[in-house]
């Protein structure tokens, strides 16, 4: 009978930390944490001693010590191969802390600086006439209604193509679809502000600007999005269902109506959701053609339109005689923004949680 | 009767025999369908076709009468130099960190936060633009000047650390971070999706050879994942490359051509270029930036469709 791991050990005879290469011995198994706990708090101290003591050199040195570290005391018990292996493997989770920074210190940055300009004030009132001040309801308006019509002008097709790609397509033409959605999903945002300034300028003349030219850049962007999750979701509906279907006498449309669409929803939903939380929060396209404006305006076929991100673009690039008033403004135009994210991305995955359907 | 095709069955049979009525209904249904699909390539070809014939007028105009009074291409190299600059060292900076953190998540981390870890990275991808600008210029600029000029005091021999060094922190290399933070999810997404797909006997058995787990990852996983690597670093590539907030918020621009990183004269980049006079151009001037608008959808659809060619290549093997 083979012992239990545990058992093993204690029985193995207990060496010193210091045992020889090749000696086989091991190190605790606090010994990465150990290490770079170590190396942080050696390089904390080194740094209050000459003064110069941030947390980030703190850290970015702690990890570099910390893997010296720990390649240095396993290369001494464990050889040089595993502490190889050991280097390496604190090297890369260094590597996750490092990109996992920013965001920490982007989303403390975001909440610390944008609650300073939010008010009742900053969610129920225009900036007409107001100088150097004012709320963004327009802004806030504009970013609900020009999404909401890129979303009315991108769910239909989005979803229609992908079931063409997935239920009707074969041949050619359905992997040039594939291809180029993939291709279309590489479009930059400012190339598709670009081409709805173009369409609407050959039928409007130029300086053209509406709510409507927006929806149609934005749109650019979140077909791909939408198609490439519905894809998805519709990949994963299991054949014996439409069989099923199928000898039940269900002509095809009603199959996919009835059975398929119904047994994706929660996944299609969800890409939808997280589609538009792609969009919501871009600025180039708009740009370029939706334009800036002061005055709430919520009809997308006349006349400029404002939007969050625009928004907090403007206050940033023009600030009024109160800098830091415009500043505070813009952050909390971010912050709006990214909460609007954020509860799109949460919503999305308990909706596909409560509503998804047990496939077996 | 109706034309047999893969799906036919008794049952269709006997909905045929009911009446023409279901088959209007899926006649109309799948042409819609094929509708939806035609106008994603219509839409695809449609941003060309409109880009070229707003582009046009300032392709074909003589220096003389342009805005900055130079021609077409004097004018576009230097913005597309800075872009290239800007997308590539996004991408040296990027692609190993995504590659650690696609390990990490894949190899790793504990399985149970494995799955949290990569909804934290994918939160990056989530993040507007217009906020990465913001935090790029308000906190990570000011947070580079004394690296940045550490760098120039130690490093000043090298033509990219020349200096002298900014004081305000809108330069390349802040853009090239920034931008190198948002493409990180989209490059550690493709790494992630590969690596987990690396076949287990490959990797048992690289460890029943006795190999450590650095020693497994370096013989299967990595080599099983490479060209992956390579395509989904140019789709980060191609993202950094149209990316037009963050570097217009960030790059303090002079124009010309220089590989400097770390001084206040920057090469502009075509889509920033864009986005900072758009709003105050008119007549000719709209045109030029939309043919440099052109050149920059030319640059990312190439990047973009190489990157697909070598996944696809892949997937065939």
């Known amino acids: 009978m083979v012992p239990p791991p545990e058992a093993t050990l204690a029985a193995a005879p207990r060496r010193s930390i210091f045992a020889h290469e090749g000696s086989g011995g091991t190190l605790p198994k606090w010994a990465p944490w150990g290490a770079f706990v170590g190396a942080l708090a050696f390089c904390g101290a080194v740094e209050a001693a000459l003064g110069w003591f941030t947390i980030a050199l703190m850290l970015v040195f702690g990890a570099l010590v910390g893997i010296v570290a720990i390649y240095a005391w396993s290369r001494v018990v464990e050889g040089a191969r ?20 920013p965001l920490i210190s982007l989303l403390y940055e975001v909440v610390s600086r944008g609650v300073k300009g939010l008010s009742w004030e900053f969610f129920t009132s225009d900036a007409r006439g107001v100088v150097g001040g004012g709320g963004a309801e327009q802004a806030i308006v504009g970013t609900l209604v020009i999404t909401a019509c890129a979303a009315v002008i991108s769910v239909p097709i989005g979803i229609m193509a992908a079931i063409y790609m997935n239920e009707y397509g074969r041949g050619p033409l359905r992997r040039a679809l594939t291809f180029f959605v993939d291709v279309m999903t590489g479009i930059p945002s400012i190339v598709a502000g670009l081409f709805a300034y173009s369409l609407f300028e050959l039928f409007f003349g130029p300086g053209i600007q509406m709510g409507i030219m927006g929806s149609i850049a934005l749109s650019v962007l979140m077909i791909p999005i939408v198609i490439r999750s519905a894809e998805e979701v519709l990949k994963i509906v299991p054949d014996h269902l ?43 396209p708009l740009l370029v053609t939706t334009g800036v ?21 403007n206050e940033y690039r023009s600030p009024g005689v ?27 995955r308990l909706v596909y949680r409560r509503y998804k359907t047990e496939i077996r | 009767m109706a034309s047999y ?59 003389a009468e342009l805005p900055k009074h130079e021609s077409f291409i004097s004018y576009v190299a230097p913005l597309a130099f800075g872009t290239a600059l800007a997308g590539v060292l996004a991408m040296i900076i990027a692609v190993p960190l995504a590659v650690a953190v696609a390990l990490f998540i894949t190899h790793i981390a504990p399985k149970r936060v494995a799955l949290t870890l990569g909804y934290l990275v994918d939160l990056l991808a989530a993040i507007p633009s217009i906020v ?47 931008l190198a933070v948002m493409i990180l999810p989209i490059v550690s997404a493709v790494a992630r999706e590969v690596f987990a797909q690396t076949p287990r006997k490959l990797q048992e058995g690289a460890q029943a050879l006795g190999a450590t787990r650095w020693e497994m990852i370096r013989t299967t996983v990595l080599p099983f994942g490479k060209s992956s ?62 043919a440099t608008g052109l050149v920059l959808f030319a640059i990312t659809l190439a990047t973009n469709f190489l990157a697909r060619m070598i996944i696809a290549r892949s997937e065939v093997r």
């Open chain 1, 82 to 101: 595993r502490a190889k292996d050991r280097a390496i493997t604190m090297a890369i989770a260094a590597a996750f802390g490092v990109s996992m920074a």
């Open chain 1, 242 to 284: 439409r069989e099923a279907s199928y000898a039940l006498g269900t002509p095809k449309w009603k199959t996919i109506t009835k059975v398929v669409l119904p047994t994706a929803f929660a996944g299609l939903v969800t890409g939808v959701m997280i589609a538009t939380a792609r969009i919501i929060g871009e600025t180039a």
């Open chain 1, 293 to 313: 404006v002061d005055s709430t305006n919520a009809n997308p076929f006349s006349g400029r339109m404002q939007n969050l991100a625009v928004y907090a673009y």
């Open chain 1, 322 to 348: 109160m800098k830091q008033a415009s500043y505070d403004r813009a952050w909390a135009a971010a912050l709006t923004l990214i909460v609007i994210v954020m509860i799109l991305n949460v919503i999305a």
């Open chain 2, 5 to 63: 095709d893969t799906t036919t069955n008794a049952g269709q049979l006997l909905a045929t025999a009911s009446g023409g009525r279901r088959r209007r209904g899926d006649r109309i249904f799948s042409r819609t369908a094929l509708l939806a699909g035609v106008t994603i390539l219509a839409l695809l070809a449609g941003v060309a076709v409109f880009l070229v014939t707003e582009g046009f007028p300032a392709l074909t105009a003589s220096a």
């Open chain 2, 132 to 178: 990465y600008g913001l935090w790029g210029i308000f906190v990570l600029g000011p947070a580079a000047v004394p690296v940045m000029k550490w760098l120039e005091e130690k490093l000043g021999f090298l033509p990219i650390f020349a200096g002298p060094a900014s004081i305000t922190g809108r330069t390349m290399l802040v853009v090239g971070l920034v």
């Open chain 2, 229 to 290: 690597v390579i395509s989904g670093a140019m789709l980060g590539l191609g993202r950094a490359l149209g990316e037009t907030m963050a570097v217009a918020i960030i790059l303090s621009v002079s124009g010309g051509v220089s590989f400097n990183l770390i001084s206040q004269a920057n090469p502009s980049t075509i889509a920033a270029n864009i986005a900072l006079n758009f709003p105050e151009s008119s007549g000719l001037a709209i045109n030029l930036l939309i």
